[in-house]
């Protein structure tokens, strides 16, 4: 491989890299707003049941 | 982005003067015009915030100057790679387009200090759009500043005669060019969604609190 090859490798696989760091990032990011939603679905569905329960309970 | 790898590897001829590194061209070039894009992009939504108050606008400049940075970087990055295969070293504090470059990187770097060091809230999205507002004189500048001071150094490619290159190797560029630009648009794309949804999330928990 010549020198020339080398730097063009190498600035294309900077590039490369430097894409799929992004790419994992938000993917982790991602991951993360999944797991906030979730937990935010489970915390919506138990007051939903407390309040059924206190309407049950007033009836 | 694939086609065109392809088309820089297997249809633009190889440079005579340069060789195979001058393929680092189509590479760098649309990667620093894609920041210039950015950061302009990102002073458009600051203006647009500070003039009609759109919602969103602030984190739309942010995200645009996020990007900025991200392609700013990977064009000192190959800039330099390319520098060290051409002139034989990694940097020259000589060449004016080089430099200018630099403190713009730095400056728009610089807004995220200023954004994380002020509480959230209207007063931090007016100083944030000023800001990014100042930075994008540095833009022209940047890209006039090997036109005025003549630097030899750093080559010119696009001269008032057109492009100084090839018809397959300005098709190469140009298609690189489309390429850099959807994927910096596909990466604001996301990363807006992304943050929108983050906001979302936080307003709906400290609802259910």
Redesign the interface.
């Known amino acids: 491989m ?4 080398k ?2 490798a ?3 696989l ?2 490369f890299v ?2 799929l760091a ?1 790419v994992a990032i ?1 993917a982790a ?2 991951a993360r ?1 999944e797991r ?2 979730s937990e ?1 679905a489970e ?2 569905r138990r ?1 939903a049941e407390r309040a059924d329960e206190r309407e049950k309970v007033s009836v | 982005m694939g086609t065109a790898l392809a088309l820089v590897f297997f249809y633009a001829p190889i440079d005579a003067d340069q060789g195979l590194s001058q393929k680092i061209f189509y590479l760098h070039v649309p990667i620093a015009l894609t920041a210039y894009a950015c950061f302009a992009w990102g002073a458009w939504k600051a203006f647009l915030h500070l003039w009609k108050r759109p919602p969103g606008a602030d984190l739309e400049s942010y995200v645009a100057i996020h990007q900025g940075v991200i392609f700013g970087a990977l064009t000192l990055l190959t800039g330099s790679i390319w520098a060290r295969i051409s002139w034989g070293h990694w940097w020259a504090w000589s060449s004016n387009q080089l430099v200018t470059f630099l403190i713009l990187f730095l400056f728009y770097s610089a807004y995220f200090m200023l954004r994380y060091s002020v509480e959230p809230g209207p007063a931090r999205a007016n100083m944030c759009a000023v800001y990014a507002l100042f930075g994008v004189v540095l833009i022209p500048v940047s890209w006039l500043s090997i036109r005025i001071a003549n630097d030899y150094i750093h080559p010119t490619v696009f001269t008032t005669n057109g492009p100084q290159m090839s018809g397959s190797m300005f098709f190469a560029f140009c298609v690189s060019c489309a390429a850099l630009l959807t994927l910096a648009a596909t990466m604001y794309g996301v990363e807006l969604v992304g943050k929108r949804l983050d906001s979302r999330l936080r307003e709906l928990r400290e609802l259910l609190a």
Do not use: C, F
Request: hydrophobic fraction near 65%; aromatic fraction near 12%; glycine fraction near 4%.
């Open positions: 010549s020198a020339a090859e730097y063009v190498a600035a294309y900077v590039v430097g894409v992004w938000i990011k991602l707003l906030d939603a935010l915390l919506a007051r």
